[in-house]
């Protein structure tokens, strides 16, 4: 609610217990649950295309759409959920779909497991160094000796 009204701040995800406690499988959860607010946020393309209106003449009065080329690209343009499993309760739970937290879970293990953290550029990292050398000399602070 508060995306939709119009906050640039989420704050809460990953953290369980009123704060207290953070869960990386949390975080990854609530971050798929941010990106389909944020989906949300972006509002509705309303257009001759979206409402399928050459396709509304053509198959006229009590025909389906659900085979119409519009139809499929329609439902493609919905949130992406990643990890989120859309089937049915009995159909996931027939084929043996894992639980939302335990998939979060996992994709946590794997992000922490294969993210490589691509280095700053040379003059960003030397621009931070600089502020932080500064706000030493200020405070008095001797920098560390290596």
Do not use: W
């Not at 937290?101 to 497991?113: D, N």
């Amino acid at each position: 609610m508060a995306m939709l009204a119009g906050s640039s701040t989420i704050y809460g995800p990953g953290m369980l217990e009123m704060g207290v406690t953070f869960d990386i499988a949390q975080l990854v959860a609530d971050n798929e649950i941010v990106a389909m607010t944020k989906h949300c946020r972006r509002g509705i393309p309303v257009s001759d295309a979206t409402l399928m209106t050459d396709e509304i003449a053509t198959v006229g009065p009590g025909g389906e759409f659900l085979s119409a080329k519009g139809t499929l690209a329609g439902m493609r343009s919905q949130s992406d959920a990643r990890i989120i499993d859309r089937q049915v309760r009995e159909a996931g739970g027939e084929a043996g779909s894992p639980a939302f937290y335990e998939t979060a879970r996992k994709e946590a293990k794997r992000i922490l497991a294969e993210h490589q953290v691509p280095p700053l550029p040379k003059e960003v990292s030397e621009e931070v160094r600089s502020i932080i050398a500064k706000a030493e000399r200020e405070a008095g602070v001797a920098p560390p000796t290596t």
